[in-house]
């Protein structure tokens, strides 16, 4: 008998959510076990045709879930708390895990927000700054609000009660903006409430023909792999979310109903003032070689991707798509990919949130491993034909509606690993537009 688990994603194509749902596809071993990412955008979103991803949250109605988890931070943007704990409830009867962001009624996996703040502005304290500017996240979020208390705590017992704040959305848009008001004022550190808007502020500040460390310090919150990346190793705290993912599935699996918290990490790196931290050789030529190969295999998936968009330019057909579709998995080694569609071909979204999908869809395209798996019809709450789902080696799938604007035509699915690569966007964009 399989059990299967659900998780609600906003999105799969940043490092953020990646660190998420792949850390968690790896926890996931019991053959009894499937989890199911939603991918879809943030509820009610006003950006674009964003909204109409939403629909394939609906399939979780129909499907016999032991439990879901909710990406709430970054889905419940547009909407808040009581209209998106409506929501879920409108989506599942199944017990739900929240991480980061309360919702009642659900259990909740967070990281200690406050400590990490503290944490961080100590250290800036440490340095002996005194004049201080703060970029917080939107005022309705939790996370804003521990995130903040932590820096004010820390301040105010260094007795510092002036120093300049403002508000942004958690984007690097919104630091970007926000920083070009904060840099009017004289001003030691910048503190971010993440680390997207801090690469905003660090764009600002070149602007302006500041040095980060040398003119102001800057610090972020969440250690994501973009900054990790950038010329001045950047000093933030680090949120483990991908054991967060994972402390939430076992409590779902364990049936354990009391909320979790997990220590944040202070990473001193350079961007707050500090020295250059001594690496060893051997170390340094261990990272330069870890991000030549991600290099590497950036550039292969971009010509893979040039040669993709050309290759469906020729296609006329469902069989020449279907053609396409198999040379492109063999070329990228995946292992799964499926095609679920609507039998009489496409049905209008009106509005995504009240969307039902019927009982019964099209398998119209499987793909495993290097042969082609045959065409039927099956009941849409299982997510792909029981044989196919049941006798795989996989125990993670990602799904993703299949849509244009407000025109849906099913849904599409594939494994977490071939999920990874970046030509599997332009193959999801493509099949859209066919």
Known sequence: MISLYGMMLSTTENLYEEEIWSKLSDYV?????????????????????????NVIFNLMKLMPLKGCISLTGSLNYYVGSDAYKTYLNHLTQAPVVSLSVPIEGACLVQCDNYIGSYEVCKH????????????????YSPESSARFKGYFDALKEHDIHDFQCCEGDFSETSGYE??????????????????????????AMKEKGLSVAKDIAVVGFDDIEQVRLLELPFTTVKQPFGDMACKAFDL??????????????????????????????????QEKRFYMSKYSQSLHEYTLTLRLRSSFDQVSSHQQLYDVID???????????????FEDRRQLINHAIEFNWPTRMHYAYGYRNGKRLDQQVFPTFHGLPIEVMSVSDEHAFLFYPIHQNHILYGYMVTDSNTAKYRVFTSLKGKSRQR
Do not use: W
């Open 252 to 285: 779902l699996k364990h049936n354990c109903h009391d909320d979790q918290k997990v220590p944040a990490q202070l990473i001193v790196r350079e961007s707050c003032g500090c020295p250059k931290a001594f690496q060893s050789i051997e170390h340094e030529e």
């Open 29 to 53: 071993t019991d053959d009894h076990d499937r989890i199911l990412f939603f991918c879809g955008r943030p509820i009610d979103s006003t950006y674009e045709d964003e909204a109409y991803s």
């Open 178 to 203: 926000q920083a070009k008001q904060l840099l009017l004022h004289p001003l030691d550190a910048i503190m971010c409430a993440n680390d997207q808007m801090a690469m905003g502020v660090i764009r």
């Open 124 to 139: 800036l304290l440490s340095h002996g700054y005194r004049r201080f500017g703060i970029i917080n996240g939107p005022s």
């Open 327 to 341: 040379e492109y998995m063999e070329k990228l080694m995946g292992h799964e990919l499926h095609l679920c569609l």
